[in-house]
């Protein structure tokens, strides 16, 4: 099993509050909700969706990890053919 350590949490988080901040904004502005009311309805739809996002996240940070061949991870790609080989 590959360590991403904390990244794919911290890119998740940083998603999730970009996506989030225009919604807030709407709700306390243009709808007048109240600041009790946007909180009870943005925290578990923000905790959802950065739940959502861990997993894929994650995966693509190793992915990243891999093809850079950071750490512990090989260059394993095969090379490409030249035409004279064909």
């Known amino acids: ?3 991403a350590d904390d990244f794919p949490a911290h890119i998740g988080i940083f998603i999730t509050g970009h996506l989030l901040a225009p919604v807030v904004i709407a709700m306390i502005a243009t709808f007048g909700l109240s ?3 946007t909180l009870a309805i ?3 739809v923000a ?5 959502g996002m861990l997993c894929p996240v994650k ?5 990243l990890l891999w093809w850079r061949g950071v ?3 090989k260059q394993e790609r095969v090379p490409e053919r030249t035409e ?3």
Not at 47 to 51: A, C, D, K, Q, R
Not at 59 to 63: L, S
């Open 1 to 3: 099993m590959q360590q």
């Open 42 to 44: 943005i925290l578990p």
């Open 35 to 37: 600041a009790w009311l």
């Open 47 to 51: 905790i959802g969706m950065t739940l």
């Open 84 to 86: 004279d080989e064909i």
């Open 71 to 73: 750490d512990s991870f």
């Open 59 to 63: 995966g693509a940070v190793i992915a």
